[in-house]
């Protein structure tokens, strides 16, 4: 790795390590710049704004999250196994990353440019996506159908781990994500699917 890289890398570091210790705040360059212990111009050297930090740190959850859902999808055939196996990898994710869950959350946001709202809603669609198609691949592969809308089901899934890390940035990294989540997802895992009889047709689901 190179000294430039390596530097980048601190930054981000840097800033999730801000973001983390002081939930609510807005974070300055100057403040980060301080942490790092280079001047502002320095840091502007190796990003030429915060957007983009913030940007640099959004690539890094995608990376994270979406080459770990690839795998899952490969090596586990079974739906129910691969939803829970999903989202509770967004939910130990941002248990580790506090700082960065300010991001996904939103909260770090406030008063930032657009374009990161919208980078962080891309992700979210991209994970629904994910799931919608694995509840359509279940009724291929194991005859089961969700008992509402693959759309429906996918996004009450989506907003039940969406749900939970809300609650773990409001009450400022307290409430844990993966509290409680083995329970809830036995119940979710329950009521999820419906067997689809033999003799049914193929029919086109949202």
Not at 55 to 70: A, M, N
Not at 154 to 180: D, M
Request: with cysteine.
């Amino acid at each position: 790795m190179t000294k430039r890289s390596s530097r980048k890398q601190e930054i981000l570091e840097a800033l999730a390590r801000m973001l983390e210790a002081n939930p609510g705040d807005r974070i300055t360059t100057a403040k980060l710049a301080e942490a790092v212990g280079v001047s502002e111009a320095a840091l502007y050297r190796h990003f030429p704004s915060k957007a983009k930090m913030f940007e640099g740190l959004i690539e890094f959850v995608e990376e994270s999250i979406f080459s770990r859902v690839q795998v899952i999808t490969t090596e586990d055939s079974q739906a129910l196994s691969r939803c829970y196996k999903v989202l509770s990898l967004l939910l130990v994710f941002t248990e580790r990353n506090p700082g960065i869950t300010r991001i996904l959350n939103g909260d770090a946001l406030a008063g930032e440019t657009a374009r990161l709202r919208a980078r962080v809603q891309q992700f979210y669609d991209r994970l629904e996506t994910q799931l919608k198609q694995i509840l359509r691949d279940a009724e291929v592969r194991e005859g089961l159908r969700p008992v509402i809308t693959v759309s429906a089901a996918a996004n009450l899934l989506l907003a039940s781990a969406e749900g939970r890390i809300c609650q773990y940035v409001r009450s400022e990294f307290k409430r844990r994500p993966t509290e409680y989540w083995e329970e809830q997802w036995q119940l979710l895992a329950q009521q999820l699917f419906k067997s689809v009889p033999a003799s049914a047709g193929a029919e086109s689901f949202a």
